[in-house]
Nanobody, 126 residues
């Protein structure tokens, strides 16, 4: 079982920054993919960024150049540095993972990931 717990959400004005963290209980070796998703009420959960055990990284187009995903194996923590925040970034952000797969073999679909955190809210105001 993989336990994930997000933190770091909050309220910020447009143009500001936040760093989200996700602590997890495993996945420091072997093949795995860890990802950030976000969701607003009534909408489908959207993939934002992901990183695998070889540090290969993908971003959804809307956050490229603004968000940075990284991980610290020693701390068993996944990060999402969010700069230049926009109102449209307002959402509940979730950490997700899937063992045994590279990110490149997974879709940007929530169903492809089998472990989730409880989420952390990010609110960006004008």
């Amino acid at each position: 079982q993989v336990d994930l717990m997000e933190s770091g959400g909050g309220s910020v004005q447009a143009g500001g920054s936040l760093r989200l963290s996700c602590t997890h209980t495993t996945y420091t070796t072997g093949k795995f993919c860890m990802a950030w998703f976000r969701q607003i009420p009534g909408k489908k959960r959207e993939g934002v960024a992901r990183i695998d055990s070889y540090d290969r990284i993908d971003y959804t187009d809307s956050v490229k150049g603004r968000f940075t995903v990284s991980r610290d194996n020693d701390k068993k923590t996944l990060y999402l540095q969010m700069n230049g925040l926009k109102q449209e970034d307002t959402a509940m952000y979730y950490c997700a993972s899937r063992g045994g797969y590279w990110c490149s073999t997974l879709r940007w679909e929530s169903g492809d990931y089998n472990a989730w955190g409880q989420g952390t809210q990010v609110t960006v105001s004008s």
